[in-house]
C-alpha cells in the first residue's frame, strides 16, 4: 500500500491523496487549489491531475477545496465511480457549477486587463 498526499499538505486548500493498493489507484478527494491568481492557476495545471491512471475517487464532502478539480480529472480521462453521500452529490452539483461561473468571470476580468494593457 503506498499513499501520497498531492494536496492540502502543509496547507489548507486542494485536498487531494493517492491510495495504492492491490493494483488500484484511489483519490481521496479532488481539490482546486485557491490563493493568489498566478500561483494556483500554475498549481491546479500540475500533472497530479492524470485521470486515466485514477480508478475510483471519494469525495469526504462537497466544498470546492475538496471537490473542485473533478473537471480536470474526468478532461484527463477519469471514467471510474465517484463515491460519496447523495447530499455531498446533491451540494457538489451547485458547488461546480458556481465555481465554473467565477472561474469564467475571473477570465472575462483577467482578459479585459490584458485587453487595456494591448496584450
Known amino acids: 500500500m503506498k499513499l501520497t498526499f498531492n494536496g492540502a499538505a502543509r496547507t489548507v486548500t486542494g485536498s487531494q491523496h493517492l491510495l495504492e493498493v492491490n493494483g ?3 483519490m481521496l478527494d479532488c481539490g482546486l487549489i485557491q490563493g493568489k491568481r498566478k500561483e494556483s492557476f500554475e498549481m491546479n ?11 475510483c475517487l471519494i469525495l469526504s464532502h462537497a466544498h470546492i477545496d475538496h471537490s473542485g478539480r473533478i473537471p480536470c480529472l474526468v478532461k ?12 455531498t452529490r446533491d451540494l457538489c ?22 485587453q487595456k494593457q494591448g496584450q
Open 24 to 26: 488500484k489507484t484511489i
Open 45 to 55: 495545471r500540475s500533472d497530479d491531475c492524470r485521470g486515466a491512471q485514477i480508478d
Open 76 to 87: 484527463n480521462g477519469f471514467k471510474g465511480d465517484i463515491f460519496c453521500t447523495s447530499a
Open 93 to 114: 452539483a451547485v458547488m461546480l457549477q458556481d465555481s465554473a461561473s467565477i472561474q469564467e468571470k475571473d477570465v472575462e476580468y483577467v482578459n479585459r486587463r490584458r
